[in-house]
C-alpha cells in the first residue's frame, strides 16, 4: 500500500512539475537542498565511472523506480541496483545518463525532498533520450544522511522520433 502511495505521488508531482502549476512549487536555496545536488552528482559520477557499490549507498531500502519510455516499474532496491548492473555490464559502448537538477523543494517538515529536473541518455556525446523526472528523497535523522525513495522519469525525446 505504501508502495502504491508513493507510485501515485511520484505521477501526480510530475505531472504537476509538467504543468502551469509547477510554479506553486518553491524552490530552495538552503543547506539541505544543497545537500540533495550534491547526491545526485555523486548519483551521476557513480553512473559515468559505473560504481554500484556507490549508487546502493544512495537508495533507500524501498526505492521505487519508474522508467521513461516504458513506464517499466522497479519496486525495490534491488531491482533499481539490477538496472544499473545489466547497464554496466553492457559489453558494447553502455549509455550514459545523466540527471540535472532544476529544482529541490525541501519539505517544511525538513525530512522530505522533492527533486526535479531533466535528464538524458548519450552514447559517444549523441543524445539519444532525453526528458523529464521527478525524485522523493527522505533525510534519515538518525544518519543524517538523505536517500532516494522514489524517481519517475518521462521521456520527451527519443533519436530518430519527433
Known amino acids: 500500500m505504501m508502495k502504491l502511495f508513493s507510485i501515485v505521488f511520484m505521477a501526480v508531482s510530475l505531472l504537476l512539475v509538467n504543468s502551469g502549476r509547477a510554479s506553486e512549487m518553491i524552490c530552495d536555496e538552503t543547506e539541505l ?3 540533495i545536488i550534491e547526491h545526485r ?3 551521476n559520477e557513480a553512473i559515468r565511472t559505473a560504481d554500484l557499490v556507490k549508487i546502493e549507498s544512495l537508495l533507500s531500502s524501498d ?3 519508474i522508467t521513461g519510455s516504458n513506464s517499466d516499474l522497479y519496486g525495490s532496491k534491488q531491482a533499481h ?6 547497464n554496466f555490464a553492457s559489453t558494447e559502448e553502455r549509455i550514459m545518463y545523466v540527471r540535472t537538477p532544476a529544482c529541490v523543494s525541501v519539505s517544511k ?5 522533492l527533486e526535479y529536473g531533466n535528464w538524458n541518455g548519450q552514447k559517444d556525446s549523441n543524445a539519444l533520450f532525453s526528458g523529464s523526472y521527478t525524485a522523493k ?3 534519515n ?3 543524517q544522511k538523505w536517500f532516494l525513495e522514489a524517481e519517475v522519469y518521462m ?3 527519443k533519436y530518430g522520433q519527433n
Not at 541496483?81 to 545489466?86: A, E, H, M, T
Open 155 to 157: 521521456t520527451s525525446y
Open 33 to 35: 537542498s544543497a545537500q
Open 109 to 113: 517538515l525538513g525530512y522530505m525532498a
Open 41 to 43: 552528482n555523486a548519483f
Open 141 to 143: 535523522i538518525e544518519l
Open 137 to 139: 528523497w527522505r533525510l
Open 81 to 86: 541496483l539490477d538496472v544499473w548492473r545489466k
Open 63 to 65: 526505492n521505487i523506480l
